[in-house]
């Protein structure tokens, strides 16, 4: 009895061992084509249409800051005063001068009546009337040039007001109260609070993949844009062309901050999308799969050409339709049996 127990063991051993050898895997069925769209991410950062740093034309002392930063300033708005009692001063100095140069003219007009009207009795007062005239033409001048200081004084009281030239936020004050300032100096940042902008430098090679209309993701949310320009020059630094985008209007962005474009660029490359988990270290530096051939896996050696999204586009000696193993490398090896338990869809374009 044990002999023929010994016996039916030792038949069915190799069966066994044969079933306790089968791997389960799952498979995924490749499909050959003809190229693959590249995704580039490139990076840029919100900007505002306008966004300026105001300043005086003249220099002078700061009375007063009307405003604080982050503030909201409405266009026409006066965000500082420059002191301007020198201004009023000589303001008063022009008008005075003004004042004798128009009681000097009226008398000499008064002359040249008088001496126009001994004229026409045929006395002597030809010589007199022609210097009356002369004197009148030099307190014309005179007059104008008086005025033309007025007008210059009153422009520089207007600009000793400085006003928000837009509608926007107040960013940061670059002077304080009582400070002496040059021409030009920076006196607040005055950013719009509206026509929000991205600026991206685009690769030469992927011009012409922009498109009027696309989507850009700032702080994890993302936004339908137009695009503006499509670049009118070469930045001599990162040689790309600086592109500007318009954002909704609803945008709730700060400038500076990151914004990210995904492009699609088409390469023609014969290959086949595989899960990045099918991928197998190969030998020397390469990568394979495992190719399922009658339930044996069979290892093939691939090009790795783009990974994007846990895929990867190889190029391999595969026909179409073959399969492979999706997943779980770290258990397998060449040559052992596989039992295929489910099939991974196929990757579509």
């Known amino acids: 009895m044990k002999k023929h127990l010994l016996s039916a063991f030792i038949i069915l051993m190799p069966f066994y061992l044969a079933a306790q050898s089968s791997v389960q895997v799952a498979a995924y069925t490749v499909k050959k084509a003809a190229g693959f769209n590249q995704t580039r991410t490139l990076s840029g950062q919100v900007?505002?249409?306008?966004?300026?740093?105001?300043?005086?034309?003249?220099?002078?002392?700061?009375?007063?800051?009307?405003?604080?930063?982050?503030?909201?300033?409405?266009?026409?708005?006066?965000?500082?005063?420059?002191?301007?009692?020198?201004?009023?001063?000589?303001?008063?100095?022009?008008?005075?001068?003004k004042q004798r140069a128009t009681a000097q003219l009226n008398l000499v007009k008064l002359e040249i009546n008088r001496l126009t009207a001994l004229d026409k009795h045929n006395y002597s007062a030809t010589s007199a009337l022609d210097q009356a005239k002369t004197n009148m033409a030099v307190l014309v001048a005179d007059t104008a040039g008086i005025d033309a200081s007025i007008n210059e004084i009153t422009i520089r009281k207007q600009?000793?007001?400085?006003?928000?030239?837009?509608?926007g936020i107040l960013g940061q004050r670059f002077a304080s109260e009582g400070e002496i300032v040059a021409a030009g100096t920076?006196?607040?940042?005055?950013?719009?609070?509206?026509?929000?902008?991205?600026?991206?430098?685009?690769?030469?090679?992927?011009?012409?993949?922009?498109?009027n209309n696309m989507t850009i993701e700032i702080a994890g949310q993302r936004y339908a844009v137009t695009a503006l320009?499509?670049?009118?020059?070469?930045?001599?630094?990162?040689q790309t062309l600086t592109m500007r985008f318009s954002l909704p209007d609803n945008a709730e962005v700060y400038p500076g901050q990151l914004a990210k474009l995904e492009l699609q660029q088409y390469k023609q490359q014969a290959g086949f999308w595989v899960p990045l988990d099918a991928l197998a270290d190969g030998i020397r530096g390469t990568w394979q799969v495992y190719?399922?051939?009658?339930?044996v896996l069979k290892p093939v050696i691939?090009?790795?050409?783009?990974?994007?999204?846990?895929?990867?586009?190889?190029?391999?000696?595969?026909?179409?339709?073959?399969?492979?193993?999706a997943n779980g490398m770290h258990k397998l090896s060449a040559n052992i049996s596989v039992n295929v338990v489910a099939n991974q869809p196929t990757k579509v374009l």
């Open 47 to 97: 900007i505002k249409k306008h966004d300026a740093k105001l300043s005086y034309e003249f220099p002078g002392k700061i009375d007063r800051i009307y405003f604080d930063q982050g503030q909201h300033v409405k266009q026409g708005d006066v965000i500082a005063q420059q002191n301007s009692q020198l201004l009023d001063i000589e303001l008063k100095k022009l008008q005075a001068q």
């Open 159 to 167: 600009k000793a007001e400085l006003t928000a030239p837009f509608t």
């Open 186 to 211: 920076p006196i607040v940042r005055l950013i719009e609070d509206q026509h929000a902008q991205v600026s991206i430098g685009i690769p030469l090679s992927l011009q012409n993949t922009v498109k």
């Open 229 to 238: 320009s499509k670049g009118a020059g070469i930045d001599a630094k990162t």
């Open 291 to 295: 190719q399922i051939r009658n339930a």
């Open 302 to 325: 691939v090009q790795l050409y783009y990974a994007h999204d846990g895929y990867a586009f190889i190029g391999a000696p595969l026909h179409n339709g073959a399969q492979i193993v």
